[in-house]
């Protein structure tokens, strides 16, 4: 590669074809940007691509694509399926007629739960029932009063919180039929008792006690659900396990698909004329007034999709047995790959500090594959009550994973890097890791992506948008102080524009020319730009 040739790739970023898009697995990368990154590093028939955090799969997919022999590493049990099912897709008339056939089994015998006077129920509006600290009555959400943002108890004017934990019940205040006609209920209609204290087998795990995620201590998977939808999804969980081994990995993709359509984490809102379900707050908050949706349409739906995914994966080049998949902590696992030495080219997207604790949102897909492993062995930082996600334990495993690949790598082996953030201890505690473990920028460009997340859009001010891609080699080379390439490259930037650049958009520039120029780490909070929290 031409030295900085990196740096002036231009690819303008697509959507997602059917084969990343059958799964709602978090921050896919643009597929065709991935590939030209890792078409400019080098990437072909015959060499060893590692991605030490596989997620949703697409890179390692992409670099099967153009030849290479793939192997990944993961410690969120999804993603090492979804992964795994990426580069060898199973197939997709046989996951059609056994996961089908289970459907229909399960929603006839099902059917009488889900009956509203002899007809099929489409969904439900829940309310949710807390009881009023100061009066002790029972109150539900669309009984109280409300001032802006605050519920007041009826009865006594108390001060009501109708989150998940307070939840002891639900009252149903309207139904949806199968053919479209609606029921409004009366407010001593039934009360549905929470799901508290009863047995979800394998699917009901436990979570992680995490304020930032709404994750309260005793939460359990089965919280999120009504009793007949929860007891549904453990029956189809349960009935996968008897499908044939070939359809077992897409089957279960599309059940985890599915659940949060499935769960009390969509809120009503207009009558759903203003947008379907969809599950978009970062964490996991059930609306006062909230959505029973029947699971067999949305599993069908998912289905159909996972059916379109996986015919489009089955029709790419350089699917098979011959990758590999890894469970486990990229940290550890580096330290006893048998691919020692022989990796052309790493894609390293790691966890973007903060940003997003990915194997704990991922808790409620994890659940009904039953297994929820420890988030303590993410590369994270996180709210987690036990404290054991901070900034020091952060940079920690940054550094252990960039010794590990220096060790996988060829001598002429490249890092191909992803990530973005607007706090400064993120980027620290990855140019100190890769710098400290012998790896230079060769080049560095910015991506805007295809289409923004709901994320960025629900908090403009705190989320990034889009990713930094950059390319590292070993090198004996020392970072360097220079400062002034990286104010000078700010003042280009606003000389060239008509009016001046938003402050994100000025700190990329300076993050940029920080990357190819080598720019210690250390000195990167001497930049004016990229101060962020210390």
Same mark, same amino acid.
């Not at 997602?16 to 898009?21: E, K, L, N, T």
């Given at each position: 590669?031409?030295?900085?040739?990196?740096?002036?790739?231009?690819?303008?970023?697509?959507?997602?074809?059917?084969?990343?898009?059958?799964?709602?697995?978090?921050?896919?990368? *643009?597929?065709?940007?991935?590939?030209?990154?890792?078409?400019?590093?080098?990437?072909?028939?015959?060499?060893? +691509?590692?991605?030490?955090?596989?997620?949703?799969?697409?890179?390692?997919?992409?670099?099967?694509?153009?030849?290479?022999?793939?192997?990944? !590493?993961?410690?969120?049990? +999804?993603?090492?399926?979804?992964?795994?099912?990426?580069?060898?897709?199973?197939?997709?008339?046989?996951?059609?007629?056994?996961? &089908?056939?289970?459907?229909?089994?399960?929603?006839?015998?099902?059917?009488?739960?889900?009956?509203?006077?002899?007809?099929?129920?489409?969904?439900?509006?829940?309310?949710?029932? +807390?009881?009023?600290?100061?009066?002790? =009555?029972?109150?539900? $959400?669309?009984?109280?009063?409300? /001032?802006?943002?605050?519920?007041?108890?009826?009865?006594?004017?108390?001060?009501?919180?109708?989150?998940?934990?307070?939840?002891?019940?639900?009252?149903?205040?309207?139904? #949806?039929?199968?053919?479209?006609?609606?029921?409004?209920?009366?407010?001593?209609?039934?009360?549905?008792?929470?799901?508290?204290?009863?047995?979800?087998?394998?699917?009901?795990? *436990?979570?992680?006690?995490?304020?930032?995620?709404?994750? %309260?201590?005793?939460?359990?998977?089965?919280?999120?659900?009504?009793?007949?939808?929860?007891?549904?999804?453990?029956?189809?969980?349960?009935?996968?396990?008897?499908?044939?081994?070939?359809?077992?990995?897409?089957?279960?993709?599309?059940?985890?698909?599915? +659940?949060?359509?499935?769960?009390?984490?969509?809120? @009503?809102?207009?009558?759903?004329?203003?947008?379907?379900?969809? @599950?978009?707050?970062? &964490? %996991?908050?059930?609306?006062?007034?909230?959505?029973?949706?029947?699971?067999?349409?949305?599993?069908?739906?998912?289905?159909?999709?996972?059916?379109?995914?996986?015919?489009? !994966?089955?029709?790419?080049?350089?699917?098979?047995?011959?990758?590999?998949?890894?469970?486990?902590?990229?940290?550890?696992?580096?330290?006893?790959?048998?691919?020692?030495?022989?990796?052309?080219? $790493?894609?390293?997207?790691?966890?973007?500090?903060?940003? #997003?604790?990915?194997?704990?949102?991922?808790?409620? @897909?994890?659940?009904?594959?039953? /297994?929820?492993?420890?988030?303590?062995?993410?590369?994270?930082?996180?709210?987690?009550?036990?404290?054991?996600?901070?900034?020091?334990?952060?940079?920690?495993?940054?550094?252990?994973?960039?010794?590990?690949?220096?060790?996988?790598?060829? *001598?002429?082996?490249?890092?191909?890097?992803?990530?973005?953030?607007?706090?400064?201890?993120? @980027?620290?505690?990855?140019?100190?890791?890769?710098?400290?473990?012998?790896?230079?920028?060769?080049?560095?460009?910015?991506?805007?992506?295809?289409?923004?997340?709901?994320?960025?859009?629900?908090?403009?001010?705190?989320?990034?948008?889009?990713?930094?891609?950059?390319?590292?080699?070993?090198?004996?080379?020392? *970072?360097?102080?220079?400062?002034?390439? #990286?104010?000078?490259?700010?003042?280009?930037?606003? =000389?060239?524009?008509?009016?001046?650049?938003?402050?994100?958009?000025?700190?990329?520039?300076?993050?940029?020319?920080?990357?190819?120029?080598?720019?210690?780490?250390?000195?990167?909070?001497?930049? /004016?730009?990229?101060?962020?929290?210390?």
């Amino acid at each position: 590669m031409r030295p900085d040739a990196f740096s002036h790739l231009a690819v303008t970023a697509q959507t997602h074809p059917a084969g990343y898009a059958f799964h709602k697995y978090w921050s896919r990368k *643009p597929h065709n940007v991935v590939r030209a990154a890792l078409q400019a590093c080098g990437v072909g028939p015959g060499e060893v +691509v590692l991605d030490p955090f596989c997620g949703s799969g697409v890179p390692l997919s992409e670099a099967a694509a153009l030849g290479a022999t793939c192997v990944g !590493l993961d410690v969120n049990p +999804v993603a090492v399926l979804l992964t795994s099912a990426t580069l060898q897709p199973p197939d997709p008339t046989r996951f059609l007629e056994f996961f &089908g056939a289970l459907l229909n089994e399960t929603e006839r015998e099902f059917a009488p739960r889900y009956a509203v006077d002899g007809q099929p129920l489409h969904h439900a509006v829940h309310a949710t029932v +807390v009881v009023c600290s100061a009066c002790q =009555r029972r109150v539900a $959400a669309d009984e109280s009063a409300k /001032r802006g943002r605050i519920y007041t108890c009826p009865h006594c004017t108390g001060r009501l919180a109708f989150n998940l934990e307070n939840l002891v019940a639900t009252r149903v205040v309207r139904v #949806v039929l199968a053919d479209g006609n609606q029921r409004l209920l009366d407010p001593a209609h039934e009360v549905a008792a929470a799901n508290r204290n009863q047995h979800g087998g394998v699917c009901d795990q *436990p979570f992680e006690p995490n304020a930032r995620i709404l994750a %309260f201590r005793g939460m359990r998977t089965q919280d999120l659900f009504t009793q007949r939808n929860f007891a549904l999804l453990t029956q189809v969980a349960g009935r996968i396990a008897d499908l044939p081994a070939d359809v077992r990995p897409a089957a279960r993709l599309t059940l985890t698909a599915a +659940v949060a359509q499935c769960s009390r984490l969509i809120a @009503w809102r207009n009558d759903l004329t203003t947008g379907g379900p969809a @599950w978009t707050v970062p &964490g %996991f908050w059930v609306p006062p007034l909230h959505l029973e949706m029947h699971p067999i349409a949305h599993l069908r739906a998912r289905m159909h999709r996972t059916h379109k995914g996986f015919l489009h !994966l089955a029709g790419m080049a350089g699917r098979g047995p011959h990758h590999r998949v890894d469970a486990g902590d990229a940290a550890t696992a580096l330290t006893t790959l048998p691919e020692r030495g022989q990796v052309a080219v $790493a894609f390293v997207d790691p966890p973007y500090g903060d940003s #997003v604790p990915f194997l704990e949102f991922s808790s409620l @897909w994890n659940s009904f594959l039953g /297994r929820v492993p420890d988030p303590g062995l993410d590369l994270a930082v996180s709210n987690r009550t036990r404290g054991d996600g901070d900034w020091p334990s952060y940079g920690a495993g940054m550094a252990a994973v960039a010794q590990g690949l220096k060790t996988v790598l060829r *001598p002429d082996g490249k890092a191909l890097v992803t990530f973005n953030n607007k706090d400064l201890r993120a @980027w620290q505690a990855l140019l100190a890791a890769l710098q400290q473990a012998g790896f230079r920028c060769q080049g560095a460009f910015y991506q805007h992506p295809a289409v923004v997340s709901a994320k960025a859009q629900l908090a403009p001010d705190g989320s990034y948008v889009g990713d930094v891609y950059s390319v590292f080699a070993q090198s004996a080379e020392a *970072p360097t102080d220079d400062l002034a390439a #990286v104010h000078a490259a700010v003042q280009q930037a606003l =000389r060239a524009a008509t009016s001046r650049p938003s402050d994100e958009a000025l700190a990329r520039v300076a993050m940029l020319a920080a990357l190819r120029g080598n720019l210690d780490a250390r000195l990167l909070s001497s930049v /004016r730009l990229l101060r962020g929290p210390a």
